[in-house]
Nanobody, 117 residues
Framework: QVQLVESGGGLGQAGGSLRLSCAAS????????MGWYRQAPGKQRELVAY???????TYGESVKDRFTISKDNAKNTMYLQMGSLKPEDTAVYYC???????????WGQGTQVTVSS
């Protein structure tokens, strides 16, 4: 059974930084794709960052050059380093994993990030 648990959310200040973590069980990081999405109130869920099984990184336009996605395969943990925070980064951030063998996507429960101006 795949489980994804996010941590590290909370309150940040504009211009500051936060780091989110996603600890996974039941999945092998090195052979599957992982990513972060976010959803602000009244808005659709949007891609924040994505890292393929080959390590190719993709970023949403609104976070490009400010956020960095990384993973530690040995720890089965993924990270999102968030910098130059803006109030519009306020959202619930979700960790997601795509198991390539089954093409099934899993989601964490989400962690709230609130950025004050």
């Amino acid at each position: 059974q795949v489980q994804l648990v996010e941590s590290g959310g909370g309150l940040g200040q504009a211009g500051g930084s936060l780091r989110l973590s996603c600890a996974a069980s039941g999945i092998i990081f090195s052979t599957n794709a992982m990513g972060w999405y976010r959803q602000a109130p009244g808005k659709q869920r949007e891609l924040v960052a994505y890292i393929s099984s080959a390590g190719v990184r993709t970023y949403g336009e609104s976070v490009k050059d400010r956020f960095t996605i990384s993973k530690d395969n040995a720890k089965n943990t993924m990270y999102l380093q968030m910098g130059s925070l803006k109030p519009e980064d306020t959202a619930v951030y979700y960790c997601t994993a795509l198991v390539i063998a089954t093409m099934r996507q899993y989601w964490g429960q989400g962690t709230q990030v609130t950025v004050s101006s």
